[in-house]
C-alpha cells in the first residue's frame, strides 16, 4: 500500500504565498515523477508542475517565476512553493507521483487533494 499525504492547502491574500507539502508512504521502492495538478470550479484539471527523481522540472506556463516545485528524495516528499498567488490560481491542488512498488509494480498515486483559496 502507498499513500500520499498533503498539507499546507489554506485561504490567502492576493499576492501572499503557500508552501503545500506532499509526502509519499508505503510500499515504496522508488519514485520517478513527482507533481501537481490543480482543478478550478468548472475547468479542466491541468498540470502545474512536475520534477523529476534527478530534479529535472517543468512548469504550467502561468505559474511560472511565482512556483517553485522542489523534492526531498530521503522523506519522499515534493513540495510547492506558491507565491505572488493572484485570485485565478485558486483550486483544489492535488499531488501525484510515479512510483515502483516493493512489489516492483509501477504505478501512479493521488494524493487527496488540497484547497487553495486566494481572495483578491
Known amino acids: 500500500q502507498v499513500q500520499l499525504v498533503e498539507s499546507g492547502g489554506g485561504l490567502v491574500q492576493a499576492g501572499g504565498s503557500l508552501r503545500l507539502s506532499c509526502a509519499a508512504s508505503?510500499?515504496?521502492?522508488?519514485?520517478?515523477?513527482m507533481g501537481w495538478y490543480r482543478q478550478a470550479p468548472g475547468k479542466q484539471r491541468e498540470l502545474v508542475a512536475r520534477?523529476?527523481?534527478?530534479?529535472?522540472?517543468n512548469y504550467e506556463d502561468s505559474v511560472k517565476g511565482r512556483f517553485t516545485i522542489s523534492r526531498d528524495n530521503v522523506k519522499n516528499t515534493v513540495y510547492l512553493q506558491m507565491n505572488s498567488l493572484k485570485p485565478e490560481d485558486t483550486a483544489v491542488y492535488s499531488c501525484y507521483a510515479d512510483i515502483w512498488t516493493t512489489r516492483l509494480m509501477r504505478h501512479d498515486y493521488w494524493g487527496q487533494g488540497t484547497q487553495v483559496t486566494v481572495s483578491s
Open positions: 508505503g510500499s515504496i521502492f522508488s519514485i520517478n515523477v
Open positions: 520534477i523529476t527523481s534527478g530534479g529535472s522540472t
